[in-house]
């Protein structure tokens, strides 16, 4: 039973840190508009598509050369993407915590139960 127990824990602590966001590291899915696009939800979607691909490693666009939706679109999404790896952070710091403090429970508890027989 015990065995039982550790094991099932120890499954689901697994399965919790390796799920991943992001599964497409460097795979784009939408094409790169064109420069004079003013069209600032195109541009967007545009580099969410960047910032998921190549996890939060994209140059940004020269103010000179492009028009400035686009660049306020690549602050907005720097802006989503810095705010999603904030909250993941915190997320897997919860579960790793949860993790290491449940362990320790399961197993004082386990402990303790067998130094009573």
Same mark, same amino acid.
């Given at each position: 039973?015990?065995?039982?127990?550790?094991? &099932?824990?120890?499954?689901?602590?697994?399965?919790?840190?390796?799920?991943?966001?992001?599964?497409?590291?460097? %795979?784009?899915?939408?094409?790169?508009?064109?420069?004079?696009?003013?069209?600032?939800? %195109?541009?967007?979607?545009?580099?969410?598509?960047?910032?998921?691909?190549?996890? /939060?490693?994209?140059?940004?666009?020269?103010? !000179?050369?492009?028009?400035?939706?686009?660049?306020?679109?690549?602050? !907005?999404? @720097?802006?989503?993407?810095?705010?999603?790896? %904030?909250?993941? &952070?915190?997320?897997?710091?919860?579960?790793?915590?949860?993790? %290491?403090? /449940?362990? &320790?429970?399961?197993?004082?508890?386990?402990?303790?139960?067998?130094?009573? @027989?």
């Amino acid at each position: 039973m015990k065995k039982s127990i550790i094991s &099932s824990f120890l499954i689901f602590s697994f399965l919790l840190m390796s799920c991943s966001a992001s599964k497409h590291v460097g %795979i784009t899915y939408i094409t790169k508009p064109p420069k004079e696009e003013t069209n600032e939800a %195109i541009w967007l979607i545009y580099w969410q598509d960047q910032f998921d691909a190549f996890k /939060g490693n994209v140059v940004a666009p020269d103010s !000179r050369e492009y028009n400035p939706n686009a660049v306020n679109a690549f602050q !907005r999404a @720097k802006m989503e993407w810095d705010d999603k790896v %904030i909250t993941a &952070s915190f997320n897997n710091s919860l579960i790793l915590w949860g993790s %290491i403090i /449940g362990g &320790s429970i399961l197993f004082t508890v386990i402990t303790l139960s067998s130094i009573g @027989k």
